[in-house]
């Protein structure tokens, strides 16, 4: 292809394909000054002996610093570490301010809480077009089991592994067309609903509640006082809905009171009962954690949000609701 046909943005779009990590990469200068960039070229090149590499664009405000650095730290960053990454990757002073620098092998500044660390020493610098490409040798380094930060295509994600051997996951649907299959998205999310609250509905029949009850519960411990009208309205979504009834079984099990002639609010019991259904589901989530991995419930999550965003019919917004309560 001749160079005046090359397209730039379209190279740099088809780069993108390429999922990476997110790593910052520090030194220190000769005066001193600690330097650090977000780069996401960083790789692996050998295992033995230990050597990685990454390049910096010759536009770096950090360049000379790195030509004369002779050790580097590169920091393979967590979920939790985006705003550290927009730090990074802007080209302002003081990108180290608030942060608590641990103490490594060399001066290059280590940087806490990450999925990984490398402290390398630079064996080589190369030149690379409008890049330098530095070589380093691993001195040491270390890891800790916090979900890592993906970028792709010019955007954090989230990485989520592929279903374990033996589980298919196919968007074809399967033969015949017009019968219920079990890759069809609504029966997945019902059943993950339905087997996660299984240990929850044991806890409800034993204190002969409905799901409705619990639904109501739940909506009077985010908000304080409401009528049957308005937790009907922020029930609707799952189908249930409570009578006159509901509410007076509630309140001969002391669970809720009227709060005047209109709306309800829990009573202490109410409240201990709705704080052990919180104490059960987080029992749940942890016990799923430790299944899944942080990083897969994360992307779960992630992904259910987005899924809730788009689904909303325009029901009213409990958690908004809950910052301007009565
Ligand atoms: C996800 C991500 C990856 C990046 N990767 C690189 C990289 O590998 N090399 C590089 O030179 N710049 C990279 N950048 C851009 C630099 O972080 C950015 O230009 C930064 O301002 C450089 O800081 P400095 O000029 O203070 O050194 C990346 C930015 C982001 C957001």
Known sequence: MAQQEFDTTAFRNALGSFTTGVTIITATAPDGTPVGLTANSFNSVSLDPPMVLWSLAKTSLSVEAFNEAKHWNVHVLSQEQQDLSNTFASRGENKFAGIDLEEGLSDAPLIPDCSARFQCRNMVTHDGGDHLIYIGEVLNFDQQDLPPLVFQQGQYAMTARKPWEGVELSSEPKAPECSYNEDLLGYLLGRSH?????????????????????????????????????????????????????????????????????????????????????????????????????????????????????????????????????
Do not use: C
Request: cysteine-free.
């Open 194 to 326: 339905f087997q996660m609250l299984f240990r929850m509905r044991k806890v409800f029949d034993e204190q002969a509640h409905e799901d409705s009850h619990f639904f109501a519960l739940s909506v009077l411990n985010i908000q304080a006082n409401l009528s049957l009208e308005e937790i009907n309205d922020y029930i609707e979504y799952t189908g249930h809905s409570l009578t006159d009834t509901d509410i007076e079984f509630l309140i001969s099990q002391e669970l809720i009171e009227k709060l005047d002639d209109e709306t309800y609010q829990l009573t202490a019991n109410g409240r201990e009962t709705s704080l052990l259904h919180i104490a059960q589901a987080k029992a749940i989530e942890e016990e799923l954690i430790r299944d899944l991995g942080q990083g897969d419930v994360m992307a779960l999550k992630l992904l259910l949000k987005r899924l809730i965003s788009k689904t909303d019919p325009g029901l009213p917004d409990l958690w908004k609701a809950k910052e301007t309560a009565k």
